[in-house]
């Protein structure tokens, strides 16, 4: 079993719709990373958070400590939000680490 | 544009050939990192370089062999590689080691023949 664990692992949504992507993890840890990989592999960081709530656009991102969980939400999904979202955390101890999930696929369709 | 570039960007090889990957960042970082993410599984932490000084290697066989000559240079050197190493090859940077947010550059495709 993953350390870090995301769902759905695939997810298609039409044009406006609410989406919510989770991440779980095993760990104790020092911060939760999301990541965004479009098609051809480029990655781009989204957020960092060890507590609380982030906002960025239409992006929101968010972590409950003691249940080891996050969640990353978007409003008013795009087609251009199509792309492989990834979670990723640091594990408390490892200064530099990061430990993935496997990513969620997301489609938005018009 | 992460301000982390990598060359190339596709690369085919043969098992017995030696070649290698080249990563630059231009946001000032102390710290970069390679990592392999092979097909349908999750981002794995290869190597980290802290001040030009590798201050972790995680269990990478020894046909791959990193250089960081600089602290805005990052290579890896590829020899006998196995088709099983085929995979995207990330490189990334952040200011410091820790818990800093990582740019990530636009990766190496490679494939092993």
């Known amino acids: 079993k993953n350390e870090v664990e995301q769902s759905p692992q695939n997810l298609t949504a039409q044009e406006g719709e609410f989406i919510t992507i989770n991440c779980s993890y095993s760990v104790g840890i020092s911060a939760l990373h999301w990541l965004q990989q479009h098609p051809g592999g480029g990655i781009v960081s989204l957020f960092m958070?060890?507590?609380g709530k982030k906002k960025h656009g239409r992006l929101i991102a968010t972590i409950n400590i003691q249940e080891k969980h996050g969640s990353l939400h978007i409003t008013a999904s795009h087609p251009r939000d199509s792309a492989v979202y990834i979670c990723?955390?640091?594990?408390?101890?490892?200064?530099?680490?990061?430990?993935f999930g496997t990513g969620t696929r997301l489609q938005v369709t018009l | 544009e992460t301000g982390v570039t990598q060359t190339p960007r596709h690369l085919v090889m043969g098992m017995t050939n030696k070649k290698s990957l080249k990563c630059e960042q231009h946001l000032g970082h102390n710290a970069m990192y390679w990592y392999k993410q092979s097909a349908k599984k999750p981002l794995e932490l290869m190597f980290v370089?802290?001040?030009?000084?590798?201050?972790e290697n995680n269990s990478v066989p020894s046909r791959f062999s990193p250089e960081c000559p600089n602290s805005s240079h990052l290579f890896l050197h590829l020899h006998t590689l196995q088709p099983e190493d085929s995979a995207l090859y990330l490189c990334?940077?952040?200011?410091?080691?820790?818990?800093?947010?990582?740019?990530f550059g636009p990766g190496t495709r490679l494939t092993v023949l």
């Open positions: 370089y802290s001040l030009e000084e590798r201050v």
């Open positions: 990334a940077s952040s200011q410091n080691r820790g818990t800093d947010t990582q740019y």
């Open positions: 990723a955390v640091f594990k408390a101890g490892t200064a530099s680490k990061l430990t």
């Open positions: 958070l060890s507590s």
